[in-house]
């Protein structure tokens, strides 16, 4: 007798879905806004060398963005990215059918999404990083949990290794006759030249200069993403990975333990470390001082505890009823994340470059934090509106589309009458 053909692989449907990760990721897009607004109105030379923003309530809104959710709710995506492997690689095995080539078109066209996002919309682009640091996740798909949590340890151990190295250094550089004095009097002249440029460009420019200006910083911002940030992002893809294989989010009661440690060491340790990481950048001055490499240290410790506080309260939360009918909203967000996460880009350059209202480089952080929360309050409504027409968000349905290699139904599915047939 013949065996059956696996069965063919196909998107995720609504009733698959697991609602916490939803709204994981519907909260976490809120904090990417607060975080990428200062680079949606700010020339990315300017920030290098620090907020040109001195009121007091911008510097209260940047201290707060910094200490609660920079570097945070990247984390997040980078840990969910990794669980949405292992569930692929899971709904895969069930089906016979072979993870690889289907994972490798899913990540060239986030590639593509994620390149045409970087140069005709804006800079600031985490899509080519997930996809370029997900084909070496491919190599971690048959590890066993325990190697995936060694190997996560690993990767956030050495760049700590790392800093301190280059503290080290740095320290016995400052003891030499005259070397504080002339770290303290750096020479700034090219970064405010570039810094001038590309507002003028931002701000100004046609929309063919901005494209030009994107590429040219697309070609140290990348390297930059892949070679400081990858080492924390492939550390959140593999302990994602890790939860995934271990079923954590489909059984949640079976780790509420674990869950109520993280929450609990989160914000004991990686909270204080946040604030006190905040409070350095309010004071910094030009002078080097130990406690410059407090910021890179905690970004690669105090940042995920805190980003695992985080995932940890929202998901013991919605295990109560009530809690969970009042995230709802946020989890259909979440299901959209990509057509969301592209629109805050198409809504915040058209407010800030000069083909929309040029207001490039005039928003600081308190009117950009006030910015933010009515931008992702009008997301919330729209997100859950569409939802009720459509099975994903336009984006989603284009990324299905270009992995699946044929077009995918998108409106929404209606329930049968009683009794009725298909």
């Given at each position: 007798?013949?065996?059956?053909?696996?069965?063919?692989?196909?998107?995720?449907?609504?009733?698959?879905?697991?609602?916490?990760?939803?709204?994981?990721?519907?909260?976490?897009?809120?904090?990417?806004?607060?975080?990428?607004?200062?680079?949606?109105?700010?020339?990315?030379?300017?920030?290098?060398?620090?907020?040109?923003?001195?009121?007091?309530?911008?510097?209260?809104?940047?201290?707060?963005?910094?200490?609660?959710?920079?570097?945070?709710?990247?984390?997040?995506?980078?840990?969910?990215?990794?669980?949405?492997?292992?569930?692929?690689i899971e709904r895969a095995q069930v089906r016979g059918r072979p993870?690889?080539?289907?994972?490798?078109?899913?990540?060239?066209?986030?590639?593509?999404?994620?390149?045409?996002?970087?140069?005709?919309?804006?800079?600031?682009?985490?899509?080519?990083?997930?996809?370029?640091?997900?084909?070496?996740?491919?190599?971690?798909?048959?590890?066993?949990?325990?190697?995936?949590?060694?190997?996560?340890?690993?990767?956030?151990?050495?760049?700590?290794?790392?800093?301190?190295?280059?503290?080290?250094?740095?320290?016995?550089?400052?003891?030499?006759?005259?070397?504080?004095?002339?770290?303290?009097?750096?020479?700034?002249?090219?970064?405010?030249?570039?810094?001038?440029?590309?507002?003028?460009?931002?701000?100004?420019?046609?929309?063919?200069?901005?494209?030009?200006?994107?590429?040219?910083?697309?070609?140290?911002?990348?390297?930059?993403?892949?070679?400081?940030?990858?080492?924390?992002?492939?550390?959140?893809?593999?302990?994602?990975?890790?939860?995934?294989?271990?079923?954590?989010?489909?059984?949640?009661?079976?780790?509420?333990?674990?869950?109520?440690?993280?929450?609990?060491?989160?914000?004991?340790?990686?909270?204080?470390?946040?604030?006190?990481?905040?409070?350095?950048?309010?004071?910094?001055?030009?002078?080097?001082?130990?406690?410059?490499?407090?910021?890179?240290?905690?970004?690669?410790?105090?940042?995920?505890?805190?980003?695992?506080?985080?995932?940890?309260?929202?998901?013991?939360l919605a295990q109560h009823d009530v809690w969970r009918k009042r995230?709802?909203?946020?989890?259909?967000?979440?299901?959209?994340?990509?057509?969301?996460?592209?629109?805050?880009?198409?809504?915040?350059?058209?407010?800030?470059?000069?083909?929309?209202?040029?207001?490039?480089?005039?928003?600081?952080?308190?009117?950009?934090?006030?910015?933010?929360?009515?931008?992702?309050?009008?997301?919330?409504?729209?997100?859950?509106?569409?939802?009720?027409?459509?099975?994903?968000?336009?984006?989603?349905?284009?990324?299905?589309?270009?992995?699946?290699?044929?077009?995918?139904?998108?409106?929404?599915?209606?329930?049968?009458?009683?009794?009725?047939?298909?």
């Amino acid at each position: 007798m013949a065996s059956a053909s696996p069965e063919a692989l196909r998107p995720t449907q609504a009733t698959e879905r697991i609602e916490t990760l939803d709204l994981l990721r519907g909260f976490a897009l809120f904090g990417i806004l607060l975080v990428n607004m200062a680079f949606f109105n700010t020339a990315l030379f300017t920030l290098i060398q620090g907020s040109p923003w001195t009121s007091l309530p911008d510097q209260l809104a940047s201290g707060a963005i910094r200490a609660f959710a920079e570097g945070k709710f990247y984390t997040i995506f980078s840990f969910l990215f990794g669980l949405g492997f292992a569930i692929i690689i899971e709904r895969a095995q069930v089906r016979g059918r072979p993870v690889v080539p289907l994972y490798t078109r899913r990540l060239g066209a986030l590639l593509l999404i994620g390149m045409a996002h970087a140069v005709l919309l804006w800079i600031g682009d985490i899509l080519v990083t997930y996809a370029l640091l997900g084909f070496a996740l491919l190599l971690f798909r048959n590890c066993r949990p325990r190697t995936l949590l060694i190997w996560a340890g690993v990767l956030l151990l050495l760049p700590v290794l790392f800093v301190l190295g280059l503290g080290l250094l740095a320290a016995a550089f400052m003891s030499a006759p005259g070397a504080a004095e002339a770290m303290s009097t750096p020479d700034n002249a090219f970064l405010d030249g570039l810094a001038a440029e590309a507002t003028r460009i931002y701000r100004q420019g046609t929309y063919a200069e901005i494209v030009r200006q994107r590429l040219r910083e697309l070609a140290w911002s990348l390297p930059f993403a892949l070679f400081v940030q990858g080492w924390g992002v492939m550390a959140m893809f593999l302990l994602g990975l890790w939860a995934g294989k271990r079923q954590v989010f489909r059984n949640v009661d079976a780790f509420r333990p674990l869950l109520r440690r993280l929450l609990v060491v989160g914000l004991l340790v990686g909270l204080p470390l946040n604030l006190l990481t905040a409070a350095t950048y309010a004071t910094a001055t030009q002078t080097f001082s130990p406690l410059t490499l407090l910021a890179p240290f905690n970004g690669y410790i105090g940042a995920p505890l805190l980003s695992f506080a985080y995932i940890a309260g929202i998901t013991l939360l919605a295990q109560h009823d009530v809690w969970r009918k009042r995230l709802a909203p946020l989890a259909s967000v979440g299901r959209m994340a990509l057509s969301n996460y592209l629109l805050q880009s198409i809504v915040c350059t058209t407010i800030f470059y000069s083909y929309g209202l040029g207001l490039f480089g005039q928003v600081g952080p308190a009117a950009g934090l006030l910015l933010s929360v009515a931008i992702y309050a009008l997301q919330v409504p729209l997100s859950v509106l569409w939802l009720r027409h459509f099975q994903y968000g336009p984006a989603e349905w284009l990324w299905r589309t270009m992995t699946y290699g044929r077009l995918q139904p998108i409106r929404a599915r209606r329930p049968l009458p009683a009794g009725g047939t298909t």
